[in-house]
């Protein structure tokens, strides 16, 4: 009686993986999203829109268009990127939006749908519009390669087990929810974005940094943030304890991709500068001079 049982949870975990595996675009890495597409992003407008009425977005009107500005840019360079290679698939029902709140935190994140926020705290850290380039086009790339979706899909796996997969997916349960919110934390006072893999951050440092070639900002500066943000926020654990790659690793790894990305943006025919920003602020501190509280995105 068992083996029957044993090869039909085999065969259901096949057909699982063979249904739900997706590839990602740019690095062509393979993955597996179980979640319905119209349920993840049902999840974080509900969310988003919370965080939005429960947190103050900024009235500086420069920084905040800057950040919208630099985000519509992606976005159209992401839409006619994934247009032209056959994901367009992957924005359907995208509802854009880029926010700048007003936190101390040196943070940013993306849910998906294209739902962006940027924390007051990292602009003197990006510096300029091209720094914040590097920050969104980052948190922007988890969402188009559906990391969120990755993660929520091996904890279900983990949870739900073979013969209850299929069954969990079809009935949406309590349990959906509840991996949502160990994949996307959320509190009324922060939104902190739990920490992805270190596999999921390289590869959105490899994504970020074509999606705001692809935009017209020079991916050079890249690597000059990154070492800024190297020097906020004191003792890092070793790489192997993290979720995120060192920073000798990322930015190694930056210069490696770079002749790529220099290729985009050249194509992009933009030469976007550091030199645009109306970001205000210096230094790592907040807007009281206190030491910032540094989030890794």
């Known amino acids: 009686m068992k083996k029957p049982i044993l090869a039909f949870a085999a065969l259901l975990i ?165 991996i949502w919110s160990t994949v996307y934390g959320y509190g009324t006072q922060y939104a902190v974005m739990l920490p992805y893999s270190r596999t999921h951050e390289s590869e959105a440092d490899h994504l970020g940094l074509i999606f705001m070639s692809m935009a017209g900002y020079n991916p050079q500066e890249a690597p000059a943030f990154w070492e800024r943000m190297s020097a906020v926020g004191g003792a890092k654990p070793p790489e192997i304890l993290s979720t995120h790659p060192s920073d000798e690793t990322r930015i190694s790894n930056l210069n490696k991709w770079m002749p790529e990305a220099l290729g985009y943006f050249n194509k992009s025919g933009s030469s976007n500068s550091g030199s645009n920003s109306n970001t205000s602020g210096s ?10 509280k540094v989030i890794k995105i």
């Not at 007003?102 to 994140?109: G, I, R, S, Y």
């Not at 230094?283 to 910032?292: H, K, S």
Request: charged residues 15%.
């Open 14 to 178: 096949a057909l699982t993986f063979f249904n739900s595996c997706s590839t990602v675009p740019v690095t062509g890495r393979t993955q597996l999203n179980m979640i319905p597409s119209s349920e993840m992003l049902s999840m974080s407008f509900q969310q988003y829109d919370q965080f939005l009425t429960e947190n103050q977005t900024s009235q500086d009107h420069n920084n905040t268009q800057m950040v919208k500005r630099v985000g519509e840019k992606i976005q159209v360079a992401v839409e006619q990127y994934l247009q032209k290679n056959g994901y367009a698939d992957l924005l359907e029902g995208y509802d854009w939006e880029f926010n700048l709140v007003d936190n101390e935190q040196v943070n940013a994140w993306c849910m998906p749908g294209g739902k962006v926020v940027v924390y007051t705290g990292i602009l003197p850290i990006t510096k300029d519009e091209t720094g914040l380039a590097v920050v969104m086009g980052h948190e922007i790339a988890h969402a188009v390669a559906e990391h969120g979706n990755e993660r929520m899909s091996q904890q279900l796996m983990q949870q739900a087990g073979a013969t209850g997969l299929m069954l969990a997916l079809s009935e949406k349960p309590t349990e959906t929810q509840m």
């Open 283 to 292: 230094g790592n501190t907040g807007g009281n001079g206190t030491p910032v």
